[in-house]
Every structure is written in C-alpha cells, then in structure tokens.
C-alpha cells in the first residue's frame, strides 16, 4: 500500500501555473523526474507510490507507460518553458522494469522538449535483480550516465526481512557490470536498523559497497510507514520495532567507514567521493524547480508544489482525456518557503547562512555540540556528527 | 386504587397537621430506596403510568447513568389507609428519597431533620451494612420513629427470616416488626405505606405562631432561579407574602410556592407540617441557604430553628483546563455548580506543570469523581485533577501554624508537627473475613477501637484510621480482601499527630509542583519510586540526560534517569517528501509551543496528565452499579 497524498487545492485541468510562478522558472534550476510505478513485488517496508502486475489490474499497461508519460510531457510544454534540463532522475518503483528502449524514449523526448543541458546528470534508479550488462549498456548509450541500486544489504537474513528478492552478492556484482557498462556514476542504496541486523552485518554492508567501487552511497536508517506490510508485522508484535539508539550506531559506524574509504557526507544520509555527490537531488534540496512526470509524481515550480493522481489508471485516463494529471497543489507563502529552505538546508554539509535562522535557538544547538564551531564563526550554520543524528531537533530550535 | 378523600384534607396550605406524616427513606447504598419510592409514586396515584420510569426522582443525568441518587427529592402523595385500625383515614405523606453515599451524608441529615419518622431499609439479599448502620444513628440522633423494613424480598437469594433477626436485634424490636416488601414488584408497600400512616407521628407546630420554616435545600434552576426547599414548622407563609431570612435579615419578595407532588404545583400557601417549594428570583442560592429560617416580613418570628453545619470539605486536588485558554470557562463552571452545591469550594491556585486552575474541595472522592464528569459533560470542559489530599495542620519550630490544603503550600522551615485527619470508620463483614480486614486497617495506619458481632456471622469492626489512607484504593482493597463481602462508613473525628514527609519529584533538578505528596514516612519511598518510574516512561527522551529524582527536602530517596536521545532525524527526503515534512514540521512546532518547560526539560502535557491518571487514584468503584 502506497502512502497517501497530502491534501492541497485542486490543480486547473490545463495543469496552468500562476504567473508568478512561471515566470522565473529554472532560476535555481530545473530538473526533470520520472516516475515508474511498477514492481515485480512489493517490499514489505516500502510505500512507494508502486504497483505489482497483480494490484494493477488490467487498464495501465507497462507497455504503454512511456507513450502516456511523454503525453504529460507535452502538457508540461504547454505550460512553461524553463530552459536547459540540468538534471533528470529515473526513480520508482522499479524504473528497469522498463525496456531500456522505453526509458530511452522518454529521456528523448525530454531533449526534445526542453533541450538537456551539456553534461546533463540522468539518473535511473535500478534494483539489482532487474539488470544484465547488455541492459546496461543499452541505457548508457540511451544517455543514462548515472545508475542507483537498491542494495540494502550484504546479509541475507537482512534481505530477508525486507523482503528483498536478491542475495547479497547481486548488488555489488551489478555495481561492477554498471561501471563497465561505462557509468562514471554508480551510487548503491544501504537500509540500516533493520530488525536482525547485526553491527557486524552492517560493517560487512559497508565494506561491501566501499569495495565495490561506486562513488555515492545512501545510507537510510529504516522507517517503518504506517501502512506497509513490516509495520502490521511489527504492530501484531512478529517482528520487533527498529531502535533509535541501534540506529545511531549504524549511523556513526557508516560515517567512519565511509569517511576512512574516501567518502564525504554532503547530506545527512548521503555520502560521495569528490565529484560524485547527486546533483539531481542538491537541487531538490536548494529550492530549484522540477517536473515531476507520472502518477503520484511530485513537482516543484516557483513556490508551487503539486502532485499527480496516485494510480497509474487513474493517470492515464486523466492525459487520454487531455487533461493535467495533477490531483492537488499548494501554493507556499514566503514563511513557507522559508521554513522549507532551512529544514533542507540545515541537513547539508553546506549548511545555512546563520542569519536565515534563530540566533538563540542556534546559539544553544552549538553550546549543545550540535554545530561545527569553525563554520558558526564564518556564519553558517553546519551541523556536526552528533548533530547530524538530531538534525531534525535543530531544524525545530533555529526556526 | 386509593380510595375518596376526606374534603379538605389534601388543600395544600390548610392541609391538618394531624393528617400529614414527614419521613425519609434512608438505606445502604443500592439496597432500593429509589426503586421503593417509585412504587409509592404509583401506587398513591400522583405518577401517571405512562410517565413512570425506573427510579423516576433521580432526574439528573448523572444519577441515572450511574443508577445513584446523588440529591434528596422530596414528594407530597396522598395516601388512604386500606387496613388496620386507621383504615378509611386519608393522609398526606411527604416522602424524601435519600442518597445512600458516605460522601452525601449531609443531604441524608438534612433530609432527617425535616421529618418525624424514617423508613430504614436493608436489602433482604444483603443484609445490614455499613451505612445502614450510619443512617440508624444520624436518625436517631434526630429522634424519628424508625420502621425497619426487609425490601428485594422477591429475589431469590433473599434470606427474610435472617435478616429480620439482625435488623430486629439492631434496632430492639421483635422480628415481627420487620417489614417485608419488594420495590420491584410493589409487594407489602401497600401495606407499609398503612404503617407509615400508625406508626409515625404527625408534625406539631403553632398554626397561630410567627411563621417558621426550616430551608433544607436549595437548588439553581436556569429558568426559575433558585428554588427553596421548606418544611413549615409553625404558622403560615403565604404566596403573596414577603419572606425574610432569619440569617441574614433579607427580604425576598414570593414569587412562587408550592409543593412537589412529583411535578412543582403551584399552591397560595404552605401550612404547619407542609413540607414545599419556595421561589424569589434570587439568582444564588447562598441568598437562600441550607439550614436557614424563613419567616414572614410582616410578623417575624423570635427565634431561628437549629441549623445544619455546613458540610466541611474533606479532600482537595488541583483542577486544570487541558486547554489554558478554557480556565475562565472552568470558573464560570463552578461558579454554576457551586449554585447547586454548597458542599463545593475551589480556589485559584497556579502549577508551573499545568497551568492556572483551580484548588477544589470535596466531601469525598465520588463527589470529586461526580463534579469532574458534570464539567466534563455539562460544560464540555477537557480537565486534568492532582492526586488528591486531605488538609493538614502544618506547626513549624517557630510555633506558626498552617493550614495546608496543597502540598506547594508546606512550609519550607523546620517542622515541629503535622496533623492529620482522621475518621472513625465502620466495616461490617463476615467473621471470616475479619482477619483480612484488621489485617488491612493495620497497614494503613488503623487502630481498632472495636469489635461486636452482629450476629452470629456478621461483625461490626470499628476504627480509627487516617482520612488520607482510605481515600486511595482503601475501598477497593476491602472489596477484594472480603469477596466484596464488606462495606465501609466512616465520619470525621478530629485529628492526629503523624510522622509525615513532604515528597518531591524533581525533574533535571526542578521541582514539579503538580507530584509534590504529603505522605507517611514508611510510604515516602514507594511514592517517590513509582512516581519517578511513572513519569521516566512517559516523558520523551531529550538531547540531554534527564534525572528524574524524588526527595524528602533536600535528601534525595529515589532516582530515575531518562537517557538522552541520540537520534531525531527522518532518514529519507526526495523531492516528494518535502510537503509531508514540511506539515510534519509544522505539527511538531505547533506541539512544541504546548509543551511545558521544567527548566530546559521539554514535557508534553499529556505526559503530565498520564502520571496523574493512572496514579492510584481515586477509590469510587464502589460507587457505580455492578
Ligand atoms: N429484585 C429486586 N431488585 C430491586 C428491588 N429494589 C431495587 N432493586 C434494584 O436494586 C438496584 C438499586 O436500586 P435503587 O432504587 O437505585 O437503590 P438506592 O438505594 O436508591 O441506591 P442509591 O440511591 O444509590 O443509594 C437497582 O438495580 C434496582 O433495580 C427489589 O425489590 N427487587
Ligand atoms: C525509491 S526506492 C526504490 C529503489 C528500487 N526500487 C529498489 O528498491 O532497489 C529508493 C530507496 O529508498 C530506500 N527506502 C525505501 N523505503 C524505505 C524505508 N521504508 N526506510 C528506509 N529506506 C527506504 C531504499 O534504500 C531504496 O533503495
Ligand atoms: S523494489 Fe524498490 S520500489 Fe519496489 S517495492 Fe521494493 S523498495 Fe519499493
Ligand atoms: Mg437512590
């Protein structure tokens, strides 16, 4: 079961924009996401906006799935024009249950519509199981240049747990065939606090993707969604619930792994070597605009945020009655952008200029060790490693 | 059906003294007051039949949900005698139905001191209990005529023969006086209300006396103000009359009087022996107050009658909106039930843990439990109240005295005695429990001051014991020690000397006014360590260790910690997160304004509110119908 929408106003069946809105579009600058919303099974952690070939149905046909994005697509031309395409990221759901033909013509029509920027960062998201070297290669020469693998783990008890259908050996092996394919940019997905998870497992985890060679590591400590599979397991008490102190283990033990490997935080749970850090994902968390393509997408464009209907069915019925897929907006005031900026910003290494923030509230957070002392002396606010694990604490003291 | 009346004898106002009879129907609890009272509504034809429900004088909301009488009603029925030596005799009957709580004894003593005779009835499958015993006495206190009666004898665990042997022995009558009747199925009432008609003596007052009648309640109605309950004992308070308090010397003009017969009947005056309604307009009932005089403007009487006490508070606890901005709303509630209730009392007082809010005195926990549940429900208030206690007399070394009705209010100086109150409390129990129960007076602190069997298996324990220790789970203990074979009556008797300790709970080194305990030395430390193992449970982690310490001045008895948090941040955050977090966000600052600060230490209030409910609180099971 995927999670549920927010609420927000309804979106114009154009899918138009206020003015205001579009005028500056691509100012900060302007990224493109794909939503694929198919999986050959459901994680029991995930909520996903995602769909197995038996909760679809008939009606939305993964065949026809690139035929009705790019649909979305022309609507979106209709409605701004935003110059270059800096970054495009491919995510899911299970974007490589795609032909890479398919994903292909996306990105295709995207250049088309928009123009991709030189040296454009495209991104798919890939699970281990679903790729082969000549897939691989075919979505490098389709343009990709960057692939993320949802690997989770090296043990398989874990594996288990989560319901993934990969063994342990299959991510790194993929990392490899994906770096050979020609990918500079490989990333691979770690889930940490998984109930059963030792601290060794975790350490072998974190060799396993050191030794694998990528260059970007996410490194996510488990959320149990209201809704999902893992979370009745664990309210029928099958299953324990994950601890946060567990999990701050996990945390301290990948930032010194991945630190000693060459690896640098640059978000709290992303770490890259140089040159490797995500630009896709910097720029959702700089304010820049995007368009978010398919169901239960979401995009991005000057203070407005909107999302698409959740169902592919749904989705698809909307584009072939010419109508915008948008199923609810929000149009943010400036204290809302302003709260958004400093709860994104705050989770940088960059971090936040000190005057966007409570000086008292920052002033306690660095007596607390919860803010580097160099960079508060040159006026940014830059959380430290403890820091980093009440970062969310932070956000709430300095607004 | 009753029979013709004499002309003349039911003319409210000019009804002959001679004619009437004034008794209360007093009991334990649940032993069928109100049921009986229900078929003497009926049977004397003054409740039509369509209208007629179970226990129909218990009109309040909160009487009928939990199937108690909270207030005396008293009714005026007509009554003609069927048999005996009186039989065509017409009567007046006013009948009260009394609350059969220990906390409501005072409206039962004020209801006696407006009759001449009372019904005291013993539940055929129970027997005596406790306040059956209290009752007998305060109605022989007042000197009525008692006609002991056996009622539920239709059930069949009903033991008759039994029971009429014990109250006989109780009360020094032959078993053959016992009555026998069923409030359910209306058998024997008939014949009891004959009884009622020989038995008892008729009110005698000078018809030509300065009026005199004796207010023993007063109630707040929204539409009609404050309606007065008289029993006139000498001459006449007519309708066109102006009335004068004999306290204060207040004249009111009548707007109304008439008598409850059940419904209000308006009538032109109320005579000697009439026991009626009287209204002014007055809007406060403390203008018109219980146990006061009424007499005429015109022709004032001399003397007052004897009043009641007021009832004195026995318990208190701190009483808080959960929402701040309801504390005038919670004044303007009390304010109301106080209107009602003279047996209420509250304060303003202050608690850094919970906000403004009001100090409350009670005459016991079912009040405390009922006040609660009318704020709730007829001002749909959401309210927290503080453990409650009793009132100690604080004497420091330097011979000052205080009166402490909050734990906040202990003084800090050296201390040369504390006293307690205590009650003298009744438990009336099968002999094979009475090691049980002396067992368990012990514990609390008791001293036996007696023991006498009853009968060959029941037996009457009598105590000194601590007020404090009976309010908490004392009751439910005694239920559970015996089978729920035992009951308890206790009343006042004065106070003690005790070795108590103030306990309190320190959060990160500051003190948390709302746990503050006055407790026994011996219980100091089993307070302090479930408070603090309460409340580390309930409070959420903080960036910083938090100590949670319990402490009997500056010595500290206990010690929890609460660990800090070591991580709070959400993990993931895609573009298509930042909406949800962003409300997220914005719910946990909302939150955060909520919270209560104790030093830096941030506590939801509902943490607070947890470790206050779930205290051992209040002992009112035995208050509710099974
Ligand atoms: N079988 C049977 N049940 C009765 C009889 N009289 C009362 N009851 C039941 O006993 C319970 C208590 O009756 P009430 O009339 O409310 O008792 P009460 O003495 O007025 O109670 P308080 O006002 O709370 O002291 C109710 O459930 C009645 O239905 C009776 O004669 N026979
Ligand atoms: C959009 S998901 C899909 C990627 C791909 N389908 C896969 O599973 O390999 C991207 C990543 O989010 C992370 N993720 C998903 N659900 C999560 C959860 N409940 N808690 C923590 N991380 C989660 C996983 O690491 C996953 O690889
Ligand atoms: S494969 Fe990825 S997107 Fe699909 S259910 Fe599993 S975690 Fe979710
Ligand atoms: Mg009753």
Sequence with gaps: MAGALPDGEPVPTDGSLPDDATREVGKNGFAVYVHVPFCASRCGYCDFNTYTAAELGGGASRDEYAETVLAELALAARVIEPGPVGTVFVGGGTPTLLSAGDLGRVLEGIDRTWGLAPGAEVTTEANPESVDPAYLRQLRAAGFTRISLGMQSAADNVLRVLDRKHTAGRAPQAATEAREAGFEHVNLDLIYGTPGESADDFARSLRTVVDAGVDHVSAYALIVEDGTRMAGRMRRGELPYPSDDVAADRYLAAEAALTEAGFGWYEVSNWARPGGECRHNLLYWTGADWWGLGPGAHSHVGGVRWWNVKHPSAYAGRLAAGASPGHARELLTDADRHLEDVMLRVRLREGIPLDRVDATGAAQALADGLLEPDAYERGRLVLTLRGRLLADAVVRDVL | ?????????????????????????????????????????????????????????????????????????????????????????????????????????????????ACEGAILLVDAAQGIEAQTLANLYL????????????????????????????????????????????????????????????????????????????????????????????????????????????????????????????????????????????????????????????????????????????????????????????????????????????????????????????????????????????????????????????????????????????????????????????????????????????????????????????????????????????????????????????????????????????????????????????????????????????????????????????????????????????????????????????????????????????????????????????????????????
């Excluded at chain 2, 009487?63 to 005698?81: D, F, L, N, Y």
């Design chain 2, 139 to 626: 109605a022989m206190e007042n000197d009525l005529h008692i006609i002991p009666v056996l009622n539920k004898i239709d059930l069949p665990a009903a033991q008759p023969e039994k029971y009429a042997e014990e109250l006989a022995k109780l009360i020094g009558v032959e078993p053959t006086d016992v009555l026998r009747v069923s409030g359910k199925t209306g058998v024997g009432v008939d014949h009891l209300l004959d009884e009622i008609v020989r038995q008892f003596q008729p009110p005698v007052g000078d018809p030509a006396a300065p009026a005199r009648a004796m207010i023993f309640d007063s109630v707040y109605d929204v539409y009609r103000g404050v309606v007065t309950y008289v029993r006139v004992v000498d001459g006449r308070i007519e309708a066109r009359d102006r009335i004068k308090m004999m306290s204060t010397g207040a004249v009111h003009e009548l707007l109304e009087l008439g008598v409850a017969s059940p419904e209000m009947e308006k009538a032109g005056a109320l005579g000697v022996g009439e026991v009626g309604y009287l209204i002014t307009g007055v809007k406060d009932v403390r203008q018109s107050k219980v146990g006061d005089t009424v007499t005429g403007n015109n022709r004032p009487a001399k003397d007052a009658l004897g009043g009641y006490k007021d009832p004195k508070p026995m318990v208190y606890s701190g009483l808080y909106p959960i929402d701040g901005s309801d504390y005038p709303a919670l004044r303007d509630a009390l304010d109301k039930l106080k209107l009602n209730d003279a047996a209420l009392t509250y304060e303003p007082e202050t608690s850094a843990a919970l906000g403004f809010g009001f100090r409350v005195g009670y005459l016991g926990l079912l009040h405390l439990e009922i006040i609660g549940e009318r704020l709730e429900r007829e001002f749909g208030l959401d309210l927290i109240s503080t453990a409650p206690n009793v009132v100690y007399q604080v004497i420091t070394e330097d011979a000052k005295e205080t009166v402490v009705t909050n734990p906040s209010e202990f003084p800090s100086g050296k201390i040369a005695e504390i006293h307690e109150p205590v009650v003298r409390a009744t438990v009336l129990v099968p002999n094979e429990y009475v090691g049980a129960v002396m067992e368990l007076c012990q514990s609390r602190r008791g001293s036996l001051l007696g023991m006498e069997y009853l009968s060959s298996e029941r037996v009457e324990l009598r105590y000194t014991l601590p007020l404090a220790e009976i309010i908490f789970d004392f009751f439910d203990q005694l239920k559970s020690k015996t089978k729920g074979y035992a009951s308890l009556d206790y009343e006042p008797s004065g106070e003690q000397a005790a070795d108590l300790v103030k306990v309190d709970i320190l959060l990160h080194g500051e003190p948390v006014d709302a746990f503050s305990a006055i407790v026994h030395k011996d219980k100091a430390y089993s307070y302090g360590t479930t408070i603090a193992a309460k409340l580390q449970k309930l409070i959420p982690r903080q960036q910083f260790e938090v100590p949670i310490q319990a402490a009997i001045g500056s010595r500290i008895i206990a010690r929890e910690t609460i660990r800090a948090i070591r991580k709070d941040v959400l993990a993931k955050c895609y573009g298509g997160d930042i909406s949800r977090k962003r409300k997220l966000l914005e719910k946990q600052k909302e939150g955060k304004k909520r919270m209560k600060m104790v030093g830096r230490v941030e506590v939801p209030q509902e943490a607070f509110i947890a470790a206050l409910s779930t205290s051992d609180s209040a002992d009112t099971k035995g208050t509710t119908k099974k």
């Design chain 2, 1 to 113: 059906m009753p029979g013709p009346l004499d002309p003349g004898v039911n003319v409210i106002g000019s009804t002959d003294p001679s004619r009437i009879r004034n008794f209360c129907i007093i009991a334990h609890i649940d032993h069928g007051k109100s049921t009986l009272a229900d078929r003497m509504l009926q049977i004397t034809g003054v409740v039509d039949p369509r209208q007629m429900r179970a226990q129909y004088l218990d009109r309040m909301d909160i009487e009928r949900e939990r199937g108690i009488t909270i207030k005396s009603q008293a009714v005026r029925m007509p009554w003609v005698v069927r048999e005996g030596d009186k039989q065509g005799e017409s009567a007046v009957l006013n009948m009260i139905d009394t609350p059969g709580h220990v906390d409501f004894t005072y409206e039962v003593s004020r209801s006696l001191a």
